[in-house]
Antibody, heavy 120, light 113 residues
């Protein structure tokens, strides 16, 4: 059974930094397409970032230059380093596995999310 | 970026009746050489993460009841629930995985009338 468990969220002041973690079981983070997707309170879903199996990374324009996605094979963990945080980054951050199928991938497994609140 | 627009924003349907949600993309998500539309649908119930319902427009994820179906191509898509059940109350999202950023529709809230 696949499980994704996020942690690292919390209350942070504008301009601050946080690192989110997503520990996976039942799948290998290093050999999957892994993404972060966020959801602001009462709002819809926003894709944030992806790391491919070949280590290529992509980001939403709204976080480019501020967020960095990475992973650790030894602990089977996905990370999201978030710097220069803004109020508009306040959201529930989900870790999701992208299932590769015909050069496309859709998100078939999701964690429960970790809440990030950016406020003074 | 490909913009995904769903309609309606909310929908109330009687139990046992049909519910239809529309999704329109600003550009085609059809990969011509593969003849595949890179379009998925997700269901999100309150307090839960999204759940994959359909991919490639109409392929049901394992365990998804066959009352859920999808149709469409290129830029216009629909999700249909043939006979609404109480457990189908949720917000539904379409998402394109044709190109980054992998954009979602704004969501359609489905309720019981």
């Amino acid at each position: 059974e696949v499980q994704l468990v996020e942690s690292g969220g919390g209350l942070i002041q504008p301009g601050g930094s946080l690192r989110l973690s997503c520990v996976a079981s039942g799948l290998a983070v290093s050999s999957n397409y892994m993404s972060w997707v966020r959801q602001a309170p009462g709002k819809g879903l926003e894709w944030v970032s992806v790391i491919y199996r070949d280590n290529r990374t992509y980001y939403a324009d709204s976080v480019t230059g501020r967020f960095t996605i990475s992973r650790d094979k030894s602990t089977n963990t996905l990370f999201l380093q978030m710097n220069s945080l803004r109020a508009e980054d306040t959201a529930l951050y989900y870790c999701a596995r992208g299932y590769l199928d015909s050069d496309g991938y859709y998100f078939d497994h999701w964690g429960q999310g970790t809440l990030v609140t950016v406020s003074s | 970026d490909i913009v995904m627009t769903q309609s309606p924003d909310s929908l109330a349907v009687s139990l046992g009746e049909r519910a239809t949600i529309n999704c329109k993309s600003s550009r085609s998500v059809l990969f011509n050489s593969r003849n595949k539309n890179y379009l998925a649908w997700y269901q999100q119930k309150p307090g839960q993460p999204p759940k994959l319902l359909l991919y490639w427009v109409s392929t049901r994820q394992s365990g998804v009841p066959d009352r859920f179906s999808g149709a469409g191509s290129e830029t216009d898509f629909t999700l249909t629930i043939s006979s609404l059940q109480a457990e189908d109350v949720a917000v539904y999202y379409c998402q394109q995985y044709f190109s980054t950023p992998y954009t979602f529709g704004q969501g359609t809230k489905l309720e019981i009338k």
